[in-house]
């Protein structure tokens, strides 16, 4: 992740692709208030609030992993994981999706069958998510993959689980593409937006 070694101040990282790329799943009005209103919000917001404290020389990482264990810091922890999150979001999808290949395919079959399979585990979760949040595929310590679901700005890092991939699944990701229809945003960006190298890439 470029973002990881990073200090304050944090900048908004490019997006990995143009505006439209994604379109017509993501269109390009969603990305520009997704990435430049919500994500820049989310960054800018943490500057604000890590400026002379103990947080101000950490990575992002660092911030998410300490913050989640310090309850007088719960505003840094939602705003660095909320931007730690929308820079790995951009990045698990592209334009292209292609289907799962090499180590991440043999990965996704030994912990889930086929792709098929995966795919509805990943969409009841992502569906079934009671609110705002996230539907992540991860490697757990002993390897396996599986599929974690998170409220809010919560996030595997933060529990020491390795992400692979990820959908946003607040509102802001889909409202102006898909209105309330969750299932189909989820159904889209599972067919058609998946990066599977990026997946494979972060399998390690
Ligand atoms: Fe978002």
């Known amino acids: 992740m470029p973002l990881d070694k990073a200090k304050a101040p944090f900048t908004l990282p490019k997006l990995p692709y143009a505006e439209d790329a994604l379109a017509p799943v993501i269109s390009a009005k969603t990305i520009s208030f997704h990435y430049g209103k919500h994500h820049a919000t989310y960054v800018k917001t943490l500057n604000e609030l890590i400026a002379g404290t103990a947080y101000e020389g950490l990575s992002l990482d660092e911030i998410v992993v ?16 909320q931007a730690w999150n929308h820079d790995f979001y951009w990045h698990s999808m592209r334009a292209k999706a292609g289907a799962p290949a090499g180590k991440i395919k043999d990965a996704l079959e030994k912990s889930f069958g086929d792709l098929a399979a995966f795919n509805k585990a990943f969409s009841q979760a992502a ?68 990066n599977w190298s990026f997946a494979e890439e972060n399998l390690g």
Request: charged residues 25%; aromatic residues 12%.
């Open 127 to 194: 569906v079934g998510q009671f609110g705002s949040g996230w539907t992540w595929l991860v490697k757990d310590k002993d390897g396996a993959l599986k599929i974690e679901a998170t409220s809010n700005a919560d996030t595997p890092i933060a529990h020491g689980d390795t992400p692979l991939l990820v959908a946003d699944v607040w509102e802001h990701a889909y409202y102006l593409d898909f209105q309330n229809r969750r299932p189909d945003y989820v159904t889209a960006w599972l067919d058609k937006l998946v």
């Open 66 to 81: 300490r913050a989640a264990k310090d309850t007088a810091a719960k505003k840094i922890f939602n705003n660095a994981a």
